[in-house]
């Protein structure tokens, strides 16, 4: 079962802090597309190099949907060091589709493999 960060904002950035690396799903509770996309998340955990973490963020004014530019939900976050380096974002009316969300981790993959440290990009 993947571990659960703060849905505190504070207190979610704090634990962030403390990470050297993670892959960070942003979710809400009322949020279809993140029910249909949760078990797909903790699938493919099981192989991962990096740790993953999930987080709510279910209040319009919760700060991290600007902090961390969260503009839809889900959003997958990978961060080192509290840095986000990369970034999946669902689809309008699709969702997060498995096949993106290979495509995410061959990224953070590539950037652990080689050590490389692009700058935020969206896909």
């Not at 979710?27 to 903790?42: D, I, K, S, V």
Request: charged share 35%; net charge negative; proline share 6%.
């Amino acid at each position: 079962m993947t571990e659960m960060l703060s849905s505190d904002a504070p207190t979610f950035d704090r634990e962030l802090s403390q990470l050297d690396r993670a892959v960070v799903l942003f979710r809400a509770t009322w949020c279809g597309y993140c029910a249909t996309f949760l078990p797909n998340f903790q699938d493919e955990e099981v192989d991962a190099s990096v740790p993953f973490y999930e987080t709510i963020i279910d209040e319009d004014e919760d700060p991290r949907w600007d902090t961390y530019g969260i503009e839809v939900v889900p959003t997958v976050v990978y961060f080192e060091k509290g840095e986000a380096l990369e970034r999946v974002e669902a689809r309008a009316v699709l969702g997060l589709a498995p096949e993106q969300f290979k495509r995410f981790l061959e990224r953070v993959d590539a950037i652990n493999e080689d050590d490389l440290h692009p700058k935020l990009r969206r896909r």
